[in-house]
């Protein structure tokens, strides 16, 4: 063999040599990519997954055990599994049903971390057969609380979600029944103005009149508040004085307070008149006062004052959210458990609460309805001091109106009212309203009967007094049909509802006014005048 040949051989073998090396690392660098996924995978999943001995001794851990625990991995490796447990023997119970079962699925289980505190494991474990070696175990676990957490909130909601269902039903049936107050009002302030005409002047039961009849307007009012509660009206400010509004609210609320709290009140005869929403500033007002008695334990007291004051030009340097002027202070201050620096700022907060589940109307509530008043709230406390809320509304001159209009210089009228009511107590009052204003009354209890009325009745009729709720159909069915009968009808719509409920739809479809039960004589004399007017 020449040496040509030799050397070519040996080449040969050396390139088939360097081919297999070059493969063999290619190989080495495949594997090497995929170990490093793997570990990339093993340490980053969102799961901790462990490998230990059934002893309890840890072999292994990835990254996310180590942040779940607290612990460094040397730290696992020298520790004892069962340390990782709230309950250090619920590992043992585990080892039992891991030789009867094989593997454990899902398995819920509270688990701790070094500092101490406690977490939502969910533990899926599965035990690894050894020839000549113990067992080993391998588990791979999520920590769910915050899947609980999400659990619990939801749970909260849909609590929430129900009482406001609930609280909606009260609502409803908040409405009907001062609809039906109103109705038996109706009735008894008719009664009582045409006692009150047709009474002699000097006549012995005179003077009982005033206060029943003013006792009455009083009730009409509560019904009102209660139609507020009901349909969650808009702002709708009235004037009235400040102390009279104390005087009506605060017996109303001293009758859920609990037992042990005296309320002190330091009230002057005469102050001021503001302009507010009445029913709104008694929700405020309950809502203080019940945060009040939830701040004392058992015994206590909450002290309430007013006084009317002024802001100048300097005052309001240091309460920027206020104008100058004069207001009425309203204190309102308690002795019991008060609140902290950090606690009391945040009182404010849409849907703060230091209850668990809050209760009644927020704080956050209390301030948008002063603030809806151009006032504001201002807390002061301190823990174990109690806590006291000043509030300040602007005082105006205006006089308050008086309860029950007068009935002297009634606008009186002819012609024919087709009168609207399924109450007979509440028909015959205002029949005879109507006819001492000098109208022909029309009789219908029913709507198809106010129908028929309309198609049949050969005269005109001037004006129809309409209630809202008819037994047989509804309001808007019968204006609509009355309409069609007699094109431009005059309609009044009468309801014991406030106009911006079911009255609503009427009043849109064409009706020329609306008077709420219970009404005077001069206001429906007024009322009709201006229906007829043009």
Known sequence: ????????????????????????????????????????????????????????????????????TGYTLEELKKSNMQDLYENPGDRKTIIEMLKKKGSLINTPMRLKRKDGSIYNGLLTLSRIHQTGKDDMLQCICLDISELDKIESEKKILQERLEQSRKLDSIAVLAGGVAHQFNNALAAIVGNIELLEMTAKPGNVYARYIKPVKETAYRMADLTDQLLDYARGTDFKPKNFPVIDFLKETLPLLKQSMKPGITIHTDLPEKMSFIDGDYSKLQMALSA???????????AGNIWITAKEITFTAQDIKKMPDIEEGNY??????????????????????????????????????VYGIIKKHEGTIIVESALNRGTCIKIYLKSVEKEAETAGPSNRHLSKGTGNVLLVEDEQVVMDVNQAILEKLGFTVLKAKTGQEAIDIAESFKGDIDLTLLDVLLP?????????????????????????????????????AGARGFIQKPFSFKALSEKIREALKN
Request: net charge negative.
């Open 1 to 68: 063999m020449t040496e040509s040949t030799e050397i070519s051989i040996l080449k040969r073998i050396i390139n088939e040599q360097g081919k297999e090396i070059a493969d063999l690392k290619d190989e080495n660098s495949y594997l090497k990519n995929n170990e490093e996924q793997y570990s990339h995978l093993f340490d980053n999943t969102p799961a901790a997954i462990t490998l230990a001995t059934i002893k309890g001794k840890l072999l292994t851990a990835n990254r996310t055990m180590t942040k779940m």
């Open 288 to 298: 203080i006062l019940s945060n009040s008695s939830e701040a004392i334990s058992e």
């Open 328 to 365: 009425i202070e309203l204190s309102i201050r308690d002795d019991g458990k008060g609140m902290d620096k950090k606690t009391s700022s945040r009182v404010f907060e849409p849907f703060f609460s230091t209850k668990f589940y809050g209760s009644g109307l927020g704080m956050s509530a």
């Open 472 to 508: 047989d159909m509804d309001g808007v069915t019968v204006y609509s049909q009355l309409a069609e009968k007699r094109p431009g009808i005059r309609v009044i719509v009468c309801s014991g509802f406030s106009a911006d409920g079911p009255a609503q739809s009427i009043i849109e």
